[in-house]
Each structure stands twice: as C-alpha cells, then as structure tokens.
C-alpha cells in the first residue's frame, strides 16, 4: 500500500529518540556513553523527500531526445500518421466500391427509367411519330377504334423522298406508308392527316404536333412511339412545348424492349445508348441538332440517303 513507507519513516523517527548511543553498563550503576553530545532530533523537512517518493513512483518522466537519438515511444506520431494514411486509404477503396456499386445498379435500371407511359383518355388527336413502321401506326389505329380521339396525325420526315423526288424518282415516304396501313386497317381517310412540314427528329416532331394542336385549340394530344423512347419524348415536351398543351404519352403495346434485360439485347442496347445520349443533350439545352445532308450532296455523289427510320 502506498501508506506503508509513511508508516515505516514514522517508526523509524519515534524509536530513535535524540539519537543516542546505548548505555554502558558497569556495576551497579550506569551511566551513557561521553563519546558526543546528544544531538537534536532532525525535522521533519528532512524526511519529506523520503516519505513522497513512493507516491511517485509509479509516475515516469515523458522520453526525451538523447545524443540526437529518439526513445521508442517518440515514434508516436509516426505511428498516427501511418494510421491516419490507411485510414485514410481503406475510406477511399470503400467509397470506390460504394460507387461502383451504385453505378452498376443505376446502369442496369436505366432501361426501366425510360420507360414512361401515361393513363390514357381522350384527347383531342392520336400523333404518330416517325419511326418503326407499321408498329405505331397500328398502335394508333387500335387506340382510335377504343375510341380516345377522332384523329390521327402523321408526321412527315421527308429528307430521303424529297431528294429522290428531285431526281425524278418516285419512292412512298414513312407517312405515304403508315397512310396505307391505317387505310388498310379501316381508318377513313378524313380521319388521317398528314402534318406536311419536314422533320428530322423529334424535337422537330414534337415541335409540329404542339403547334398543330394549338392551332386546334385543343388541350391534349397522345403520342405514339416505342417504350425506350417514351421518357426522352416527356423531358422535350415539358422542358420546350409544354405552354402549347399536354401530351399523354402512349407505348406500342408488343415493343420487343426489354427493360430489365437490355444489356442482352443488341437491339435494347442500342436503344438505351441513343436515348440516354438525347436526354443529356436535351438537358444541356440541345447543342447537337441534326444536320440531314443536303440535296445536291446526294445527287454530287450519287449515294441514298438513309432512311430516317426513326425521328428519335
């Protein structure tokens, strides 16, 4: 216990008294020794270094440099450093793989994300955009004959016939045939029309059906096209034309796209590659615009312009 050299030191002090030298015994008598006179009984002042020493004993002194040398436990703020590097480092691979784990998870719901379709109801015309064919416009045929509008609009992505026309060469534009296919299917003629301005994608699209339905003085217009295609057609409605009216967006009921398995596919792959790629440049305020080739290029080179098989 710590109280026990206090103990020791207090024994020690009462059981010398004055410091004096043992008796001499001779005879019968007795008397102490004259070698030296008795000396006082030293002060407690003395002692105190002895008796609070124990106290500090188990307190050690902090290890200091010595001939340019460091004690082992100075390497302590090595030590923290080293710590703090790979602390440090493992937050760093984990927030990578967080992230790459993320990333793959969005990457394979994007195909879902795309796709985006509207209760339908009646509006006040069915829009076909260009693409696909006869798809859509059977599409719009069967929503016409369940009755949600009394019209059916087509657009008209002539760049390819034009040209051709040009040349004295007679070839059915993308609106000549989905006429023929909702003729075919038992559409009267006075309920197709044809939205004669040239587009080359859907913005240009988009930009003919909501100034058509303006014109119209009608408030809603359904739109028909693919699955992957449905959600890049709400961002440029809301973002470009969503003043002139509103659009319920509608799929083709047998789309091939498979959404939660598009990596599998060439034909989804594709799909979702153009589509992210449009919404990014929609969101960037559309920087890239299509620029179709010109007539004379075509006739200087004697090449077919391809087919805008979709106005996407």
């Not at 270094?49 to 124990?54: D, I, K, R, S």
Request: net charge positive; aromatic share 8%; with cysteine.
């Amino acid at each position: 216990m710590v109280l026990g050299p206090y103990f020791d030191a207090g024994c020690f002090l009462l059981g010398r008294r004055h410091n004096q030298k043992p008796l001499i015994k001779k005879g019968k008598g007795a008397r102490r020794s004259p070698s030296r006179t008795p000396r006082s009984v030293p002060s407690l002042a003395t002692y105190l270094p002895f008796l609070w020493a124990p106290a500090f004993q188990g307190l050690k002194s902090r290890p200091l440099k010595v001939d340019g040398k460091m004690d082992a436990t100075n390497d302590a703020p090595k030590r923290n450093r080293s710590l703090a590097v790979h602390i440090l480092l493992w937050t760093t691979v984990l927030a990578v793989l967080l992230g790459a784990a993320g990333a793959t998870v969005a990457l394979l719901g994007v195909g879902k994300w795309l796709v985006r379709e509207d209760p339908l109801q009646p509006t006040t015309a069915i829009a076909v955009l260009s693409g696909n064919t006869p798809d859509r416009a059977l599409e719009a045929a069967q929503l016409y004959y369940d009755g949600y509008a009394k019209e059916i609009w087509l657009t008209h992505p002539g760049l390819r016939v034009d040209s051709l026309a040009e040349l004295g060469i007679r070839y059915p534009a993308e609106d000549d045939v989905n006429t023929r296919v909702l003729r075919r299917v038992g559409i009267p003629a006075k309920s197709i029309h044809v939205l004669e301005t040239p587009i080359v994608n859907t913005d240009q699209e988009l930009e003919v059906i909501s100034a058509t339905l303006q014109s119209r003085g009608g408030q809603k217009v359904i739109i028909v096209t693919n699955k992957a295609h449905t959600r890049r057609v709400h961002v440029l409605w809301d973002k470009y034309f969503a003043g002139r009216g509103q659009i319920i967006v509608h799929a083709v009921s047998d789309d091939p796209f498979q959404p939660g398995h598009w990596w599998k596919y060439s034909g989804s792959l594709t799909q979702v590659v153009h589509e992210v790629l449009g919404i990014m440049n929609c969101w960037a305020g559309l920087p890239v615009e299509a620029t179709p080739l010109k007539n004379s290029a075509v006739m200087a080179n004697g090449e077919n312009v391809p087919e805008h098989s979709a106005a996407d």
